[in-house]
């Protein structure tokens, strides 16, 4: 398995796997409403507010996550992880963990401060995210499941609770992600 940043020229490819992905785990409504997604954060995100990353194995394309930006209100440098797909049948060999790993790593680099992301505590658990409280860190929309509210720090200093709002970008601005 190869990580490696997103190139636009694999647009189609990936938004194909997030639809099917997403369709084979949930309905294909789903996957439609995530292969949406992935093409208005691709057609509308500016560049420096969104990074995308790619596993491949054998020069094919099995997994895809995307940070966006995540703008605080405490002037943080952040950035939200979402969504995350691993091709069905390369699911359960770590390969998710690793590319989000990945991408953790080039965002520290850059210097952005936090990362969030909004999904299942116990997956992202091991990728280094720990529940926080949104009267620490409001999210952007109401959510539907508030345990899934999930942060990490890529520097020395905490998450800490600041009583902040948050605004992430048009293309994720949408209750229905939330």
Not at 3 to 31: N, W
Not at 67 to 87: C, G
Request: aromatic letters at 10%; glycine letters at 6%.
């Amino acid at each position: 398995m190869h990580c490696s940043t997103f190139d636009f020229k694999d647009s189609g490819d990936v938004i194909q796997l997030f639809t099917r992905v997403f369709s084979d785990s949930e309905t294909a409504q789903e996957g439609q409403l995530i292969g949406h997604l992935v093409s208005e954060l691709i057609a509308t995100t500016a560049p420096s507010d969104l990074q995308g990353f790619v596993a491949t194995v054998n020069e094919q394309i099995v997994a895809c996550i995307y940070f966006s930006r995540l703008t605080l209100s405490n002037q943080k440098n952040a950035f939200i992880l979402s969504p995350v797909a691993v091709a069905t049948e390369h699911q359960r060999q770590g390969i998710g963990r690793k590319l989000i790993s990945f991408g953790l790593e080039v965002l520290r680099k850059q210097g952005v401060d936090w990362v969030f992301t909004y999904g299942d505590p116990n997956y992202y658990a091991r990728a280094g995210f720990s529940p926080i409280s949104e009267t620490a860190v409001k999210a952007p929309l109401p959510l539907t499941y508030p345990e899934g509210w999930l942060a990490q720090s890529l520097t020395a200093d905490k998450v800490e609770a600041s009583a902040c709002a948050s605004a992430c970008v048009a293309a994720l601005n949408q209750p229905q992600y939330w």
